[in-house]
């Protein structure tokens, strides 16, 4: 009888893997993910390289990685690490431009938008006193943009601009889209292509971006899970496969 061999990761596993890294080495922080892949990519790293990594039912309650409760995070605690930069999130956004800035507010004159989305909601709190990273998973020019409309999360450039008080907490670790991972690390602080997701090339990302994105002489690939980071995705964590409704590649 033949054995079957090892079951291949799929794109949306890569994206999980690609998130979860997003909280690695951060220490005892909270996670806030937003959305069905981060949530996935944030209970896989609390399971293996991350297990001091707290995690909320997004009210008052610290949950394990299977939900239960496991202590009380009072209001006046949670905003104690939401403004000292104790708290990760990863957001989305409806646009993002080269320097990171993020709007999830409307499309167009924001005087009178074509399209009137969120709002601006916690987008400059959250930028400005703790990290956060961005999940995308629709890469598109429409999403990727040279300047976003309305600025709502704060980049780079803009934090600059602002000055100490803008810059003490913000950072930016990571943007993951379903084409692959995105950082700042150049010298204007710039969008750069950080690792492709299996199957898609140089040439697709830049064609999906917007903009000119700095590329690597060599761009690494996303790590691939190892089988028992596979079996906590697909057995433990997201059995019902609400990564696949996010990403369909």
Same mark, same amino acid.
């Given at each position: 009888?033949?054995?079957?061999g090892?079951?291949?990761?799929?794109?949306a596993?890569? *994206?999980?893997i690609? *998130?979860?890294?997003?909280?690695?080495?951060?220490?005892e922080?909270?996670?806030?993910?937003?959305?069905?892949?981060? /949530?996935?990519?944030?209970?896989?790293?609390?399971?293996?390289?991350? %297990?001091?990594?707290?995690?909320?039912?997004g009210?008052?309650?610290?949950?394990g990685p299977? +939900?239960?409760?496991? +202590?009380?995070?009072p209001?006046?605690?949670?905003?104690?690490l939401? #403004?000292?930069g104790?708290?990760h999130?990863?957001?989305?956004?409806s646009?993002?431009?080269?320097f990171g800035?993020?709007?999830?507010? *409307?499309?167009?004159?924001?005087?009178?938008?074509?399209?009137?989305?969120?709002?601006?909601?916690g987008?400059?709190?959250?930028?400005?006193?703790?990290?956060?990273?961005y999940?995308? &998973?629709?890469?598109? %020019?429409?999403?990727?943009?040279?300047?976003?409309?309305?600025?709502?999360g704060?980049?780079?450039?803009?934090?600059?601009a @602002?000055? &100490?008080? @803008?810059?003490? =907490?913000h950072?930016?670790?990571?943007?993951? /889209?379903?084409?692959?991972?995105?950082d =700042? @690390?150049?010298?204007?602080?710039?969008?750069?292509?950080?690792?492709?997701h299996?199957g898609? #090339?140089?040439?697709?990302?830049?064609?999906?971006? +917007? =903009? %000119?994105l700095?590329? &690597?002489?060599?761009? %690494?690939y996303?790590r691939?899970?190892t &089988?028992a980071?596979?079996?906590?995705?697909?057995?433990?964590?997201?059995?019902?496969?609400?990564r696949?409704?996010e990403v369909?590649?």
């Amino acid at each position: 009888m033949n054995t079957p061999g090892p079951v291949a990761a799929t794109r949306a596993d890569h *994206c999980v893997i690609a *998130c979860a890294e997003a909280w690695r080495g951060d220490g005892e922080v909270l996670a806030s993910p937003m959305g069905a892949v981060p /949530s996935v990519g944030a209970r896989l790293a609390r399971l293996t390289f991350a %297990p001091e990594l707290l995690l909320t039912d997004g009210e008052a309650t610290i949950v394990g990685p299977d +939900g239960e409760a496991e +202590g009380w995070l009072p209001y006046r605690k949670h905003l104690t690490l939401v #403004t000292g930069g104790r708290r990760h999130v990863m957001m989305g956004a409806s646009q993002i431009d080269r320097f990171g800035n993020q709007n999830i507010s *409307c499309i167009g004159d924001w005087e009178q938008p074509a399209r009137q989305l969120l709002g601006v909601r916690g987008a400059p709190v959250n930028t400005l006193n703790n990290p956060v990273s961005y999940w995308i &998973p629709r890469h598109s %020019p429409r999403v990727f943009v040279e300047r976003v409309d309305m600025v709502c999360g704060v980049g780079y450039d803009r934090a600059e601009a @602002a000055g &100490p008080s @803008a810059t003490r =907490f913000h950072r930016i670790p990571r943007v993951v /889209s379903d084409l692959g991972v995105f950082d =700042f @690390a150049t010298p204007d602080r710039s969008m750069r292509l950080a690792s492709l997701h299996q199957g898609v #090339t140089v040439e697709m990302v830049q064609e999906a971006t +917007g =903009f %000119p994105l700095t590329v &690597p002489a060599d761009v %690494p690939y996303t790590r691939d899970p190892t &089988p028992a980071e596979l079996a906590l995705i697909r057995e433990v964590i997201d059995p019902a496969g609400t990564r696949n409704r996010e990403v369909r590649a």
